[in-house]
């Protein structure tokens, strides 16, 4: 994530803020240039007509999402009473009726609004099922009134809301013997399911994938019964970055995908702040290549745990980065780039 400034009063002000705290102006994200920008408001208060600071006074007005209250989404819209880009791409959500429903629901768009930054950033394509079939939809649904499955299937991402709760998704992590489980991490593993055939399978790029992941025509649901039946193997680690990624190739892809974007928000983040933790040698040209981003990664992530033990919690990033996985972390790296090309 880059900084982001209050252009009245220059504080440091966070993705997900709508207001400084500092000068009290009002804020919000324009999608179109990627920043979190400063607004006032433009004529009569109830018109919902804001003005961006920083544009000229005959720029047109802009408007905050219709879901600023039921999401507490910061995102600005054209037009009074529409939706934001993240806001369009839910297709269902708790009913009004649903308080608790519509609490976790709320929690689950901040983190996929967070999510979206991260792809426009990368520059992938982000097409949305009201533009096309097939397109990027998400079904964000509470289990109290139906059972829900979070996973993804033709486009479509299914979030149970209640891993929005953190006692859940704690007892869940540890049924599940996983080392890290959050909103955000859940949702980059679901968008790696729905971009697989995007970045890869359309591509040149199947038969690279295939020698580093495996055979993706595996029997999903054999490899799952398999997986569930007697564990991953002892030497997953050596091969893969989380002992879920052993189960099949997609999983591994996806799981790998998640980490991709873990490593890069983080180091975005990272190089905003200041953070120095490269391994490069300072008098070297700068190396922007995603080897060197691996790189810093590690001392990093040394940083940011021990950061964390100092306030007395778990690492932040509880996870060891084989050799055989940062080569699949370049080949992320590799499809993204090339898919970003092919839609120019």
Not at 102 to 115: S, V, W
Not at 129 to 152: I, M, N, Q
Not at 308 to 316: E, I, K, P, Y
């Given at each position: ?45 109830d018109s919902g ?217 983080s180091s975005q ?5 200041g953070l120095r ?68």
């Amino acid at each position: 994530m880059r900084l982001f400034h209050c252009a009245v009063c220059a504080q440091m002000v966070f993705f997900e803020n709508s207001l400084c705290l500092n000068c009290l102006s009002g804020l919000g994200f324009e999608t179109r240039r990627r920043e979190l920008v400063t607004v006032q408001v433009d004529g009569e208060l109830d018109s919902g007509r804001l003005r961006i600071v920083s544009d000229r006074d005959d720029a047109p007005p802009v408007y905050r999402c219709e879901n600023t209250e039921l999401t507490r989404c910061n995102w600005l819209v054209d037009a009074s009473g529409e939706l934001c880009a993240s806001c369009l791409l839910t297709r269902t959500r708790p009913s009004d009726t649903d308080a608790d429903g519509l609490l976790d629901f709320a929690d689950a768009e901040g983190a996929k609004r967070r999510l979206l930054f991260t792809l426009f950033e990368l520059g992938l394509p982000v097409v949305g099922f009201r533009e096309r079939e097939g397109g990027l939809s998400f079904r964000l649904l509470s289990s109290d009134s139906e059972a829900v499955t979070t996973g993804h299937a033709g486009g479509v991402i299914t979030l149970d809301l209640d891993e929005a709760d953190s006692a859940h998704r704690e007892l869940m992590r540890e049924q599940l013997h996983e080392p890290y489980r959050t909103l955000l991490g859940l949702f980059r593993h679901e968008i790696g399911h729905y971009y697989w055939p995007i970045v890869v399978k359309q591509s040149e790029l199947i038969d690279r994938y295939r020698e580093l992941f495996g055979d993706e025509r595996e029997s999903y649901a054999d490899a799952l019964d398999r997986h569930y039946a007697t564990g991953p193997p002892q030497d997953w680690a050596a091969r893969h970055v989380s002992a879920y990624a052993s189960m099949h190739p997609w999983e591994d892809w996806a799981e790998t995908w998640a980490h991709y974007l873990h490593i890069t928000d983080s180091s975005q983040t990272a190089r905003a702040h200041g953070l120095r933790t490269s391994l490069a040698d300072p008098d070297e040209t700068p190396d922007s290549s995603i080897r060197q981003t691996l790189r810093d990664w590690i001392p990093l992530t040394y940083a940011m745990n021990g950061m964390a033990r100092s306030m007395g919690m778990g690492d932040l990033y509880p996870f060891v980065l084989a050799p055989a996985v940062i080569e699949k972390l370049v080949f992320v790296d590799e499809a993204v780039r090339a898919a970003v090309v092919a839609q120019r």
